[in-house]
């Protein structure tokens, strides 16, 4: 079945460090309705913005690596028939009810990397 990622923009990311599960209940809430239909076989969340470190052949600097209004907040994977089911699904993201929104892309090829020892950075 074709694999679809979706990424999530909006001002910034709801996942701090420091966030409750009141903070986390609408974008939680939305990834469990996906998890039990069965549609959603992977998801990250990111950090806010102002923990992103982008890198150029300059160096480092902190921020994202693009300076807008919106940030990528996070991704999943979904499983869907076509690209009309796809868009059926990244329509329910909470995202799009304010200023942010998802962007939709057929998923070409990868998947999780398995490691003997998982290396994390510092």
Same mark, same amino acid.
């Given at each position: 079945?074709?694999?679809?990622?979706? @990424?999530?923009?909006?001002? &910034?990311?709801?996942?701090? $460090?420091?966030?409750? %599960? %009141?903070? @986390?209940?609408?974008?939680?809430?939305?990834?469990?309705? @996906?998890?039990?239909?069965? *549609?959603?076989?992977?998801?990250?969340?990111?950090?806010? #913005?102002?923990?992103?470190?982008?890198? /150029?052949? %300059?160096? *480092?600097?902190?921020?994202?690596?693009? &300076?807008?209004?919106?940030? *990528? =907040?996070?991704?999943?994977? @979904?499983?869907?028939?076509?690209?009309?089911?796809? $868009?059926?699904?990244? /329509?329910?993201?909470?995202?799009? #009810? +304010? =200023?942010?929104?998802?962007?939709? #892309? $057929?998923?070409?090829? +990868? +998947?999780?990397?398995?490691? %003997?020892?998982?290396? #994390?950075?510092?």
């Amino acid at each position: 079945m074709p694999q679809f990622a979706v @990424l999530i923009y909006t001002g &910034d990311s709801a996942h701090a $460090l420091d966030a409750t %599960e %009141e903070d @986390l209940a609408e974008p939680n809430g939305h990834g469990d309705e @996906l998890t039990a239909a069965g *549609v959603m076989t992977a998801v990250w969340a990111f950090t806010p #913005r102002d923990l992103a470190r982008s890198i /150029r052949a %300059e160096g *480092v600097t902190a921020g994202p690596f693009v &300076d807008t209004d919106q940030v *990528v =907040a996070g991704v999943y994977i @979904l499983e869907a028939e076509d690209w009309d089911s796809a $868009l059926a699904i990244a /329509r329910t993201n909470p995202a799009i #009810r +304010g =200023a942010g929104g998802v962007e939709v #892309r $057929l998923v070409h090829s +990868g +998947g999780v990397v398995e490691t %003997e020892s998982p290396a #994390r950075p510092a």
